[in-house]
């Protein structure tokens, strides 16, 4: 679950019927993400370190979950469909230890709102290497 190669086949599965391109790494920088150039090297030490996680359980499962959502907005590898398919990561690596998938805040974030507006905030504080938020997020 933790390969390069899950990555791409679970966004390509979840938008391959609307966007052609899915299951490809964005080419273009944006104002979110790590350089284009930079997102598989990125990704596969990010995915590494999380296997470490899951293997010798430095922290809670939530928190493992969480962090591995985080790190994934941060690099921000497609040109869409980023947190819908980081938060699916995040429920599935929940589910691989042992814990049920998040809740995210029980209504949909695509459209701006209050929950929306929560979910950023606490993305922003996770960026500032405060977790907290995020976690009470994913559990709402």
Do not use: C
């Amino acid at each position: 679950m933790l390969s390069e190669a899950f990555i791409k086949a679970l966004h390509r599965s979840m938008f391959g019927e609307v966007w052609s391109w899915a299951g490809s790494y964005r080419r273009r920088a944006t104002n979110i993400g790590v350089a284009p150039h930079q997102i598989s090297v990125a990704l596969r030490e990010h995915l590494d370190t999380a296997q470490y996680w899951m293997d010798s359980r430095p922290f809670q499962p939530d928190e493992i979950a969480v962090m591995v959502h985080h790190r994934l907005v941060q690099i921000h590898p497609f040109p869409n469909g980023n947190g819908r398919h980081t938060r699916l990561m995040a429920d599935l690596v929940a589910e691989q230890l042992g814990r049920p998938v998040f809740t995210w805040g029980r209504s949909s974030l695509l459209a701006a709102g209050p929950v929306r507006s929560t979910y950023i905030k606490a993305l922003r504080a996770a960026d500032n290497h405060d977790i907290a938020a995020l976690l009470a997020f994913a559990r709402s």
